[in-house]
């Protein structure tokens, strides 16, 4: 077996503050990396395979991600939020969404194989706290 690393340095365009990176998901096979700087709100950057940095495809929020998950097939990333917000980035569009609110913090994400169906749970865990969105 042979196993390979690159080293790329990921640049931040015209961020300006200091970037807390908490969280980063590989999209299983178009090669974008989500990277999210956590720091009283939450900035998520795009960088592809190279780190190449795709300044037009920045998202903002007041509140701190959690989790986040690459839908298996197209370029839409599902984020949770510790407000309990669960927000869809369109890729294609760059348009955010905001889906469907739970009442404490997501702490999991997780498409089913095909991309037809996102589960989404909170910190509360109890029965009723789990929220299935088809796709």
Known sequence: MVTQYFEHRLELGNYSEQPHFQLMEWHSSLNILAVASINAGT????????????????????????????????????????????????????????????????????????????LSTDQACQRGNESKLDF
């Open 43 to 118: 900035n998520i950057f795009f960088y592809g395979e190279d780190g190449e940095h795709d300044e037009a495809a920045r998202v903002q929020h007041t509140s701190n991600a959690y989790c986040m998950g690459w839908h298996p097939v197209k370029k839409t990333l599902a984020i949770g939020f510790a407000n309990g917000e669960l927000m869809i980035w369109n890729g294609s569009n760059r348009r955010l969404e905001s889906v469907i609110v739970h009442k404490s913090c997501i702490t999991s994400l997780t498409f089913n194989t095909e991309g037809t169906q996102l």
